[in-house]
């Protein structure tokens, strides 16, 4: 019989949001501020939902009807991408993949290089990054500190790499790179010839000037770095699934061969394209009206993120992030775990968030609060931690 | 620098379908008779866009607001699957897990596996279940010729095989396993302790109740197959993208390992799950309405597959499949080559087809046609055929 892929079972048990959403399940829900998984909490507008259904309806009729579309997602959308998100910035429309999700594209992509690579991921970090890397047999994974001296953010790698996972702004301590930052890691992977793997989840929560959206506003990163980017958190697609990747034709491996055609290669063989409607949707999300209605919802997330961040100050809880990103990272107080923190904010103040450990070694003694939630679910959330005596 | 994982290299430069794409963009596209890609050209039901339009709307409420969904699909269409087409089969909904289509879902599968496995599929075959594996750097692939002579049916492998991948009724030759068939190979996957790999993606044009819809029909195959179904054929969902594999629970890998636990935490990491409207619209194909508007569809499919191979015939040909299959397994005329015969269908008689040999080496000397295309299509290329001298 089959035998199991023994790089599976170096995984822990459960992935890190199943192992919150058991501990929940105890509680009525209902009466649960959830401060934890990132998910949406503003309905999705209409002008997002009318371009989905007016183009489910073109498949009704045999004149508009549309099959298998380009794996690599369809031309509309990408332009759209690359005329909004790339203005000023040598990304083409070819070097566009559109894809159902940044987890399945970012935790897929690795398939694609040796599996003796070494690979650099900060700690703490999203655990798909570890994990898919762990599946695929990598042992050679270096954590990169981010600890509040050095204000959460990773210094340099000590040992050659290959492969170097960014996330800004960060999930989950909701730190940004500044520009300055960010240009140190595009030199050091030339340097090193390295590769980037930039996630860019959170890139619409951006406020200042001094952030980049993208990593290819520095220069040179185009021969060194591959971006994430998600309808997800900017536009509310967690239930719909669209995102896309950046893939310069310049991306070479060490061993001289083009990674974009060995990329499509990859997505021909494994992955049948995204829905056409949502692609439509996400479309939709560059018009004039599309965008207004986005940054509306934006605001109040980000008005959210503020009343949190304020409101935990004011408690006297030592938090980071929450400016450029929905997440504010909270240290735990009298050197309390985050595990620890966890079962007393669920126990006693009926909040959900997410342990910092569950992020990595690093993440221990924090905790993560999501803004992704409404203005009453955040009051009431600091209402009752203010209540429960430490 | 990274380097790339070599086993990409021991591909064909492209995918068999863009070869075929590249070939045919030296005509004028309109005036093919495109009988190539098993593509869907009937439009989808109204009961079925307006089941998506209405979930969509429910997104643009907050009170009816979903946001990520369970990895495995929503309940609702695990139940809806389970309840209409496993109904006196022991598979239960927690057996099945919804996803973005079959080729994404059977191309990662094989990852859960020892990478040392040794592996059969049919000669020909679609090119996916070798691909995925070459990417994976196995290198243990028996190929199980599927002749003229043995009925397009495999014989059983010679060797030791741990990974089996069965196609019926069979892309691309159209043929389909009768239980009495099946139940060789579910019986040689016990004696052996093989897991067998079975793709389900064209059941829906079974017409003999000699042949079973589901391998599950065959006692004892919930302890030796996973089962991969889609709606893409059966209800056009092609450019929609759901689809669905079944996982029993009594699948044990030879070391002890619970196949479903892993394959969850499997696409935990790595799958974000399929768009809510999506299983919406896929939930509706089991409504009697439903059912009714694809059943329409799917008899509109089968008489061209009828009026394709009889005209085949009239003309001479030898061929296969296309009485529980929208494919027909032609043989060329004057042992022409499968790439040959196809040059002189796309010249000489605007016909797209795709070559036999582009499944396998035994697939040379065939081409295989789609009848997922509509009468007028079939006639004319059934009458541009007649006027092609061999």
């Not at 735990?332 to 985050?338: I, L």
């Amino acid at each position: 019989m089959v035998k199991l892929n023994k790089d599976y079972t170096k995984l822990d048990e459960d992935y890190l949001f199943f192992e919150i959403e058991k501990r929940a399940a105890f509680f009525v829900k209902k009466s649960l501020c959830n401060l934890g998984i990132g998910d949406i909490t503003l309905a999705i507008p209409e002008v997002i939902t009318e371009a989905i259904c007016s183009a489910t309806k073109e498949l009704q009729e045999e004149k508009t009807l549309r099959g298998y579309g380009p794996s690599q997602g369809y031309l509309f959308l990408r332009e759209a991408i690359q005329k909004n998100e790339y203005i000023n910035i040598p990304i083409t429309e070819d070097e566009i993949f559109v894809q159902n999700g940044i987890k399945n594209a970012i935790s897929s992509l690795q398939d694609l290089f040796c599996k003796t690579s070494y690979v650099a991921v900060c700690d703490p970090t999203y655990p798909v990054y570890v994990d898919s890397n762990v599946m695929a047999g990598r042992e050679n994974i270096e954590y990169l500190p981010c600890l509040e001296e050095n204000g959460f953010l990773p210094t340099l790698p000590q040992k050659n790499v290959d492969l170097i996972y960014i996330c800004s702004p960060n999930n989950p301590t909701g730190v940004a790179f500044t520009r300055k930052d960010l240009k140190k890691w595009v030199d050091f992977a030339k340097k090193q010839n390295a590769l980037i793997f930039f996630d860019g989840a959170y890139e619409a929560f951006i406020t200042s000037d001094d952030v980049p959206h993208s990593i290819y506003e520095i220069p040179g990163a185009d021969e060194v770095a591959i971006e994430f980017r998600s309808f997800s958190k900017s536009a509310g697609f967690t239930g719909l699934r669209c995102s896309y990747l950046v893939l310069p034709k310049k991306l070479k491996t060490e061993d001289g061969f083009s990674i974009h055609k060995f990329y499509k290669r990859h997505i021909d063989t494994k992955y049948g394209g995204t829905s056409y409607p949502i692609q439509r949707g996400a479309e939709r999300c560059f018009t004039e009206d599309g965008k207004k209605a986005l940054e509306r919802n934006l605001n109040i997330y980000r008005s959210g993120a503020k009343m949190l961040r304020e409101g935990l100050i004011s408690l006297d809880y030592k938090v980071f992030g929450g400016t450029h990103s929905p997440y504010i990272w909270c240290k735990t107080k009298n050197e309390m775990s985050s595990w620890d923190f966890f079962d007393l904010l669920l126990k006693k103040a009926q909040i959900i968030a997410i342990p910092g450990s569950g992020f990595g070694r690093c993440g221990e003694g924090f905790i993560r609060f999501s803004a992704f939630a409404n203005q009453k679910t955040i009051e009431t959330a600091l209402n009752n931690l203010e209540k429960v005596t430490l």
